[in-house]
């Protein structure tokens, strides 16, 4: 079964450094296929309704990607309501107006842009959301209070998801090779478990009203969770870091695929999100 995912390995800085990247397309296919699993659509109108929008509001889609969820919150809030997008990758930049270009979307705009200086004003808009973009970043709390900053005071609403990579499991009759492999996955992150540290992370910056929800992110398709998960690059990272040998890696994976063939490959995550308001 095809993931439809290149076979090239994505570089070791991977989403933080997408436009310099030698395989620019594996990231725009990676969020596809990840946009394509089952149950990722609802999580995503879970994240739209936490928002709380209305007809004519203005909403941001911080590390808006390809520009999808930027569309669909369009659709939510008319044609007098703006939805924007912004995301440090020139590549996500173009490909997010390729797609609202080619869907008709009169009342969305990108702008490739730091997280840590929006170049909005205090206070514009009425909802902000972050999917995934925590785990990625040096400064986690500078970044929330920028986003804090350009939310409307009183009601504006934000939420963020991310997952916890600490909570990753992998079914394999290899144990200690496993426990290595996931903590290494979580490691090569800037934040691997950041998705229980928001609901924290709210609280201190002075959010209100702030709600935590988990799920849990099943993987048991074993070709595209395989890639999806870059199990090839970490369990190689494993090896360079001493933490288990090439003999074990190769006996690990071969375990992996033969559960894949036997249709009973099992991978899981819990992702969480988080919402508030600014008083």
């Known amino acids: 079964m095809s993931s439809g995912l290149s076979h090239a390995k994505s570089d070791a800085a991977g989403f933080t450094n997408i436009d310099a990247s030698k395989d620019r397309q594996y990231f725009v296919d990676y969020l596809d296929v990840a946009r394509s699993r089952s149950g990722v659509k609802e999580g995503k109108n879970l994240s739209f309704s936490l928002l709380g929008l209305k007809p004519g509001d203005l909403v941001l889609d911080v590390g808006c990607g390809t520009g999808d969820d930027v569309i669909a919150l369009a659709e939510i809030i008319g044609e007098k309501g703006r939805a924007i997008g912004i995301d440090n990758s020139e590549v996500m930049i173009d490909e997010a107006r390729r797609r609202a270009s080619k869907s008709n979307a009169s009342n969305v705009e990108f702008h490739k842009e ?43 609403r934000i939420v963020v998801h991310d997952p916890d990579w600490d909570s990753f499991v992998i079914d394999s009759q290899y144990k200690d090779v496993t426990r290595k492999i996931v903590k290494t996955h979580s490691d090569l992150l800037k934040n691997g478990a950041t ?17 935590v929800s988990g799920g849990v992110a099943i993987f ?50 819990m992702t969480f999100r988080t919402a508030g308001t600014r008083p």
């Open 114 to 156: 730091s997280i840590y200086q929006i170049h909005f004003p205090s206070e514009k808009f009425n909802g902000v959301i972050v999917d995934r973009v925590f785990m990625h970043l040096e400064e986690p709390g500078k970044a929330l209070q920028e986003i804090i900053r350009v939310t409307k005071k009183g009601d504006g």
């Open 195 to 211: 998705g229980r540290k928001m609901y924290g992370m709210f609280k201190e910056a002075g959010l209100v009203n702030v709600t």
């Open 220 to 269: 048991t398709d074993y070709n595209p969770s395989f890639q999806l998960l870059e199990l090839e690059k970490v369990s190689r990272v494993a090896v360079e870091n001493g933490l288990i040998s090439d003999e074990e890696r190769t006996r690990w994976i071969n375990g992996l695929q033969r559960n894949g063939e036997q249709g009973r490959f099992f991978a899981s995550f």
